[in-house]
């Protein structure tokens, strides 16, 4: 990927969307179109270039984020694109927050017909989240029921940036044939047939021309506000050239003011060149955006560091077949060639990259040199993990890696034969390595190997690369919820540990106060004064709290939202020790928490209904009965939408038994949206049961 002579004229993208809104497809054609592939693949045949893996092309879905690299000329200049292609379905959404925190913008892809979706709003949250600019796309505008003006409207009332058309669909439905490109002043229509290459600038169509005038005025009103030049050109009637207008729009772009919106049909191959166009003039450079910044990692205090010196983030490592650990790399600062060492901030560890590749889905070619603004693949890195910071300093310096939502779902799993137990461990390693939402615990009650993910689809899609890629079958058992314990009181806890042996003894001694923490899983503090325990056991204490929290006292499940302050104590000159005061904050933890009425929580789901008006009553009821709560109702065409929040315990078989009450006429979607207690009358089942669940990681 260090093939570009101009940074300016790089663009690191993300495609993301909520699933099937044809953001694979939509790939699929800036490829094509920009010459990196010689045929379009499709998404429906198996046969796209992005889903490589065996399991995206059985199922129709994107389950990993894929990158490569393809070239577009536009007004006389070479861009560089590097897109990471993206799944849409809520279960692998770790891969979506991982690219967007190395991208510098992202096109959000829209469903014509279904507009604004859950997942939708989920990929536009984590893209504000990382301060990434946004153009959204309205694809699918040759289907029936598509409305690319209800669209942008439905995207006005869930957003908070200004949205603002830049183009104006032509045609509707199955006549839907182009666009009109409103700061151009031209209107694009493709050819029916052919492979979309072929089209013709006209004048803008007479029937159009009064909606045309009212956006532009729009777009030129909105622009007036954050640009000068443009208020001072609108306000004493001035024309504008589409230069100065398109500079003003690429501005307010990268400040995160605007997003403009495009339409087409990636699948009819209408309107993908004047996307690519857009990218390439809208979406920054790496130079563009503002600085990332480096944290102290004993302090969490920003740092300013030598923006000559080489700092990259590792934001993806896989297990590749040919070349073992295989790790994805975004470059801030500096270069680096192969067979250099660097070190892992994070870790401690000094690394080499043996080999840089450019990347191209599953394809990788070997280049010698990485620079600022590079996405790129290398092999050598033994220690370093998703998130990990590099850097040809030996510093303590990192940057904020991505953070990930919690698994809500889990079940055991166990080879089919004892012999092979090892390669089990191995291969889940491996798996969990690759994706950090995936969890692999050892149960000590029960002996068994837990397996934890964000949904059903994800845990089997996971098993099924046990039998495939690692070719270790395996027995699973029924998934199960992954509850945790909170607790209700605040308590302060003394607590001493004193043994004495035939040599040193051990002795510690602390003061805690335990009490909620709604906004955050875990906060600790040390509120120690006078050096009653000196600074170097502070550590201790905090790991020590960490690991009595990893099991809550109700039903062995991890204990959450829950902020530690120490308070007090005291040591011995010879008899304390690193170990003294880790065991007394375990104890010492554990016997608070069981006084602070803990509370089993378990995950809450948000949950979308499409269904026949007919039927709205009985999914009503039938939500009622699983412990639903209805957020809101509205219309679509002849769909009612059901926004509900339904426990992830009753949701188990949903799919089948939404089909039955609706004869087959209804879908629905879910995400994981918060934690809750439970009814005391379910906890009391549950705790009975006993959990077990998530203790000791393999």
């Known amino acids: 990927m260090s093939t570009y002579l101009n940074i300016q004229n790089l663009r690191n993208i993300g495609i993301v969307a909520h699933i099937d809104a044809g953001k694979t497809t939509t790939t699929e054609r800036i490829l094509y179109y920009t010459g990196k592939i010689w045929r379009m693949g499709e998404v429906h045949d198996g046969t796209a270039t992005m889903d490589f893996l065996e399991e995206e092309r059985k199922r129709g879905i994107t389950i990993q984020s894929a990158v490569t690299t393809c070239y577009w000329e536009y007004s006389?200049?070479?861009?560089?694109?590097?897109?990471?292609?993206?799944?849409?379905?809520?279960?692998?959404?770790?891969?979506?927050?991982?690219?967007?925190?190395?991208?510098?913008?992202?096109?959000?892809?829209?469903?014509?017909?279904?507009?604004?979706?859950?997942?939708?709003?989920?990929?536009?949250?984590?893209?504000?989240?990382?301060?990434?600019?946004?153009?959204?796309?309205?694809?699918?505008?040759?289907?029936?029921?598509?409305?690319?003006?209800?669209?942008?409207?439905?995207?006005?009332?869930?957003?908070?940036?200004?949205?603002?058309?830049?183009?104006?669909?032509?045609?509707?439905?199955?006549?839907?044939?182009?666009?009109?490109?409103?700061?151009?002043?031209?209107?694009?229509?493709?050819?029916?047939?052919?492979?979309?290459?072929?089209?013709?600038?006209?004048?803008?169509?007479?029937?159009?021309?009064?909606?045309?005038?009212?956006?532009?005025?729009?777009?030129?009103?909105?622009l007036s506000e954050v640009d000068d030049r443009i208020l001072e050109a609108v306000v004493e009637n001035k024309p504008l050239s589409?230069?100065?207008?398109?500079?003003?729009?690429?501005?307010?772009?990268?400040?995160?003011?605007?997003?403009?919106?495009?339409?087409?049909?990636?699948?009819?191959?209408?309107?993908?060149?004047?996307?690519?166009?857009?990218?390439?003039?809208y979406l920054p450079s790496p130079e563009d955006i503002e600085n990332i910044p480096l944290y102290d990692i004993q302090t969490g205090e920003k740092v300013k560091f030598d923006r000559s010196s080489f700092w990259a983030l590792v934001f993806k490592v896989v297990s590749d077949r040919f070349f073992g650990r295989f790790s994805y790399i975004r470059v801030y600062s500096?270069?680096?060639?192969?067979?250099?060492?660097?070190?892992?901030?994070?870790?401690?560890?000094?690394?080499?990259?043996?080999?840089?590749?450019?990347?191209?889905?599953?394809?990788?070619?070997?280049?010698?040199?990485?620079?600022?603004?590079?996405?790129?693949?290398?092999?050598?890195?033994?220690?370093?993990?998703?998130?990990?910071?590099?850097?040809s300093e030996r510093a303590s310096y990192a940057f904020e890696p991505p953070s990930f939502p919690e698994p809500v779902i889990c079940q055991a799993v166990e080879p089919e034969s004892p012999s092979q137990f090892d390669s089990l461990s191995m291969a889940l390693s491996k798996l969990s390595e690759e994706d950090p939402t995936f969890i692999v615990k050892r149960d000590t009650q029960t002996d068994e190997t837990i397996v934890y993910g964000m949904g059903e689809l994800h845990l089997e899609v996971n098993l099924n690369r046990l039998k495939k890629e690692f070719k270790v079958p395996v027995r699973v058992s029924k998934p199960r919820v992954r509850y945790k314990e909170g607790i209700t009181k605040e308590v302060i806890h003394e607590e001493k540990y004193v043994k004495q042996t035939g040599g040193h003894g051990q002795y510690a001694h602390i003061v805690i106060r335990v009490l909620p923490e709604p906004e955050k899983k875990f906060e600790f503090k040390s509120s120690i004064k006078g050096g009653v325990i000196p600074s170097q056991f502070i550590p201790s204490i905090e790991e020590g709290v960490k690991t009595a929290l990893e099991s809550g006292p109700l039903a062995g499940y991890p204990v959450s939202n829950v902020k530690v302050e120490l308070l007090d104590g005291s040591f011995h000159e010879v008899d304390s020790s690193d170990l003294a005061f880790k065991i007394c904050a375990i104890e010492g933890m554990r016997k608070a928490l069981a006084k602070a009425h803990p509370i089993l929580l378990e995950p809450i789901m948000r949950v979308e209904i499409e269904v026949p008006s007919g039927f709205v009553g009985d999914v009503l009821g039938d939500l009622s009965a699983r412990r639903g709560s209805p957020e809101g109702l509205t219309t679509k065409d002849k769909l009612t939408i059901i926004n509900a929040y339904v426990p992830l315990a009753e949701l188990f078989g949903y799919a089948t038994d939404l089909r039955s009450i609706t004869q087959g006429k209804a879908s629905y979607v879910m995400e994981p949206a918060k934690f809750e207690p439970v009814p005391e009358n379910i906890a009391e089942k549950i705790i009975g049961i006993g959990g077990g669940y998530g203790k000791g990681e393999i």
């Open 76 to 222: 006389g200049q070479k861009y560089q694109i590097n897109i990471i292609d993206t799944p849409g379905h809520v279960d692998f959404t770790a891969e979506v927050e991982r690219s967007l925190r190395v991208l510098d913008g992202a096109v959000v892809v829209f469903c014509g017909v279904g507009g604004v979706e859950p997942q939708s709003e989920t990929v536009w949250r984590q893209a504000t989240k990382y301060n990434v600019p946004i153009i959204a796309f309205i694809n699918k505008l040759d289907r029936v029921g598509s409305d690319f003006w209800r669209v942008v409207s439905e995207m006005r009332e869930c957003f908070t940036q200004k949205i603002i058309p830049i183009t104006i669909p032509t045609g509707k439905e199955k006549d839907f044939n182009g666009l009109i490109d409103i700061i151009d002043g031209k209107a694009r229509i493709w050819e029916e047939t052919g492979d979309g290459t072929i089209w013709h600038e006209t004048e803008i169509p007479s029937e159009y021309m009064e909606i045309y005038q009212k956006q532009r005025e729009e777009l030129l009103e909105a």
């Open 242 to 281: 589409p230069e100065e207008i398109k500079s003003a729009l690429r501005k307010a772009v990268i400040k995160k003011s605007f997003v403009p919106v495009v339409c087409g049909s990636a699948l009819k191959n209408k309107g993908i060149q004047f996307l690519i166009d857009c990218i390439c003039l």
């Open 334 to 391: 500096g270069k680096c060639h192969k067979g250099k060492k660097i070190y892992n901030t994070v870790r401690k560890k000094a690394e080499r990259i043996e080999k840089i590749f450019s990347v191209h889905a599953d394809k990788r070619e070997t280049i010698g040199e990485m620079q600022q603004g590079d996405i790129v693949g290398v092999v050598g890195l033994k220690f370093s993990k998703t998130g990990d910071t590099l850097s």
